[in-house]
C-alpha cells in the first residue's frame, strides 16, 4: 500500500514563507494527479491547489492565487506547496491526496481523492 508524507510544517509570522513537501512512496507518481487541501479548526476541509499527473494543468482557490504555488519533483515523487505572503487566514492543517483519475485535468474538491497524508500543521503568528 503506497504512502503520503507531508512536511515542512511549522510556525511562520504573517508575511513569511514555507515550503510544505509531499512525498510518495508505493505509487508510480506520474500516474497521479495531486491535490493540496487545508482543514482550520471549526472549518470543513478546503481545496487550496491541485496539479494534473501530466503536470500540464494546475488549479488554485482565489485565496490563495499568485501567493501559494504548486509543483511537482517526478524524479523525487514529491510535490511541493511554496506559501509566500502567509496571512492570518492561512493557518491550518495541510494535507495532499492524489488520485488516479487527474490525468488531463485536477480539481480541489476533497471528495474524488483517494489516498491522503497525514497533514502537517501551518501556524502564522506575530
Known amino acids: 500500500q503506497g504512502r503520503l508524507v507531508e512536511s515542512g510544517g511549522g510556525l511562520v509570522q504573517p508575511g513569511g514563507s514555507l515550503r510544505l513537501s509531499c512525498v510518495a512512496s508505493?505509487?508510480?507518481?506520474?500516474?497521479?494527479?495531486v491535490g493540496w487541501f487545508r482543514q482550520a479548526p471549526g472549518k470543513d476541509r478546503e481545496g487550496v491547489s491541485c496539479?494534473?499527473?501530466?503536470?500540464?494543468?494546475?488549479e488554485y482557490t482565489d485565496s490563495v492565487k499568485g501567493r501559494l504555488p504548486i509543483s511537482r519533483d517526478y524524479a523525487k515523487n514529491t510535490v511541493y506547496l511554496k506559501m509566500d505572503s502567509l496571512k492570518p487566514e492561512d493557518p491550518a492543517v495541510y494535507y495532499c491526496?492524489?488520485?488516479?483519475?487527474?490525468?488531463?485535468?485536477?480539481?480541489?474538491?476533497?471528495?474524488?481523492?483517494?489516498?491522503w497524508g497525514q497533514g502537517t500543521q501551518v501556524t502564522v503568528s506575530s
Open positions: 508505493g505509487f508510480t507518481w506520474d500516474h497521479y494527479g
Open positions: 496539479s494534473s499527473s501530466n503536470d500540464d494543468n494546475t
Open positions: 491526496a492524489i488520485d488516479p483519475q487527474f490525468v488531463q485535468y485536477c480539481a480541489i474538491v476533497s471528495g474524488p481523492y483517494e489516498y
